[in-house]
Every structure is written in structure tokens, then in C-alpha cells.
Nanobody
Framework: QVRLVESGGGSVQAGGSLRLSCAFS????????MGWFRQAPGKEREFVAAINWSGDKEYYADSVKGRFTISRVNVERTVYLEMNSLNSEDTAVYYC????????????????????????WGQGTQVTVSS
């Protein structure tokens, strides 16, 4: 069983920065693609960023490209989301998610941006940006 615990959310002024962390417990972290998603009040959950199992491929939503950076440290079993130049539209609950290998896969071959592809989710951490 996989468990994900996010931390690092909070309140920040527009233009500020935050760093979110996601601690992974369970099997197969080094085979797993990891993603960050967010959900603002009254809106659907949306993709923010994802990173492949080895950490050498990153994917970003257009709205955060150039401002956010996803990374992973496999020996720490942790994924990070560095968020810079925050604005009010970034206000949301941020969720960490894990896409574990399918039967017959040794690693997750395709890193997805779709929430439905992810098997496990954290409880979420609130990010509030005030202008």
C-alpha cells in the first residue's frame, strides 16, 4: 500500500515562493511516476506538474511553466514542487499523486497528466496567494 503525505503549503503574498514536499511510503517509489495536481474552489482538479520514474523528464501545465519546478530525490522517497512568482490564480489545494507500474511493467513507461491515471493521492495541502 502506498501512502503520500504533502507538506509545505501556506499563505504567501503575490510574487512570493513556496516549496511543497510529498513523502512517499510503500513499495516501488523508484518505478513510479509522480504528479502534482491542484483544485481551486468550484473548479475541477487540474494537472500542475509530473515527473517520470527516473527524474529525468518533467512535464508542466502551461499556466505554471517557467515558474514551478518538480523534482524528486529517490533515496529520500520524496517529490518536491518549487513554486515561484506565485499569483492569486495559484490559490488551491495541492495534491501529490502516484502512478504505480501496471501488471507486467517494471517502471511506469508513460508519465501521464491525467488525474484518472494516478493510483494514489495525498490528503492535499492548501496554498493561498494574496494580492
Amino acid at each position: 500500500q502506498v501512502r503520500l503525505v504533502e507538506s509545505g503549503g501556506g499563505s504567501v503574498q503575490a510574487g512570493g515562493s513556496l516549496r511543497l514536499s510529498c513523502a512517499f511510503s510503500g513499495r516501488a517509489f523508484t518505478s513510479t511516476a509522480m504528479g502534482w495536481f491542484r483544485q481551486a474552489p468550484g473548479k475541477e482538479r487540474e494537472f500542475v506538474a509530473a515527473i517520470n520514474w527516473s527524474g529525468d523528464k518533467e512535464y508542466y501545465a502551461d499556466s505554471v511553466k517557467g515558474r514551478f519546478t518538480i523534482s524528486r530525490v529517490n533515496v529520500e522517497r520524496t517529490v518536491y514542487l518549487e513554486m515561484n512568482s506565485l499569483n492569486s490564480e495559484d490559490t488551491a489545494v495541492y495534491y501529490c499523486a502516484a502512478d504505480t507500474p501496471e501488471a507486467g511493467e517494471t517502471v511506469v513507461v508513460v508519465t501521464s497528466t491525467l488525474p484518472s491515471r494516478y493510483d494514489y493521492w495525498g490528503q492535499g495541502t492548501q496554498v493561498t496567494v494574496s494580492s
